[in-house]
């Protein structure tokens, strides 16, 4: 009989073309699947939470899979570890029930992107931040971010061409925090659109700046008119801290 196993997993994606396998590229997906074949000589199916893009981060990603394997579920993310490239790790892995989805029953997960204000490049941030210059009022974003709270259309929020069945998502909370040079946007919602919190934290940018009127981000997600927002941010900037289940 097999048992479902629980991972959670940690990744520096700067190397990857995101998490879920491509005909070209190295996956974190991938590289988990022939991990388990390794250590099993099963050749398993890992379903992630969410398909995090090409450069983005994971402090906390999950994912599960079925196996037969002796080995004891919790002790199964050491055993990884040995064959995983320094890129990606098993933080934990256990024993869950055969109802549990790491992907469909995910209830809450909560990104957040980093930014630093420079007026040069910083090469020990660059890998993990967006260099932005300039005045930046926090209160300005602080107050815009209040605007995203709650279940809305996310339709000009989300990259242009992407098929989903709705783009209504709840946001449970928004906050910006700035220490230094350093400033984190932290996102906190129910799913994700594709590069919803990438364009969230562009437009947070844009209205700090002066640039992005609180008006019209109303009438971004009342139309779903992606014109009226920022650009995309870089994914590098981009982390998945945690994903919440029942």
């Known amino acids: 009989m097999s048992t479902r196993i629980k991972l959670t997993l940690s990744y520096d994606g700067t190397d990857f073309c995101g998490w879920q396998k491509q005909k070209t590229g190295v996956s974190v997906q991938g590289l988990i699947e022939d991990a388990v074949f390794s250590i099993t000589g099963e050749r398993v199916s890992v379903i992630g939470s969410g398909r995090t893009d090409a450069g983005v981060h994971a402090k906390g990603q999950v994912a ?12 199964f993310y050491k055993a ?26 995910a209830k809450r997960k909560t990104y957040e992107y980093s930014l630093y204000s420079s007026d040069t490049e910083q090469p020990l941030k660059e890998r993990y931040a967006a260099r932005v210059y300039g005045v930046i009022d926090i209160e ?5 971010a209040k605007i995203l709270v709650g279940e809305h259309d996310f339709k000009a929020f989300s990259a242009t061409g992407s098929s989903v069945k709705t783009t209504v998502r709840t946001v449970y909370g928004v906050s910006v925090e700035k220490s230094g040079e350093d400033i984190k946007i932290k996102v906190c919602g129910n799913g994700f659109l594709y590069n919803m919190v990438r364009i969230i934290a562009g437009a947070l940018l844009k209205a700090g700046k002066g640039e992005l009127s609180e008006s019209e981000i109303v009438k971004a997600l009342e139309t779903g ?8 941010l870089p994914a590098k900037g981009l982390c998945l801290l945690k994903v919440e289940y029942e």
């Open 64 to 75: 599960h899979f079925d196996t037969n394997s002796a080995v004891p579920p919790e002790k």
């Open 80 to 105: 990884l570890n040995t064959v995983l490239p320094s890129g990606v790790k098993a933080l934990k892995s256990e024993k869950v029930s055969d109802k549990f989805n790491a992907n469909r029953t």
């Open 140 to 144: 300005k974003m602080r107050s815009a």
């Open 225 to 232: 008119d992606r014109t009226l927002l920022a650009e995309t």
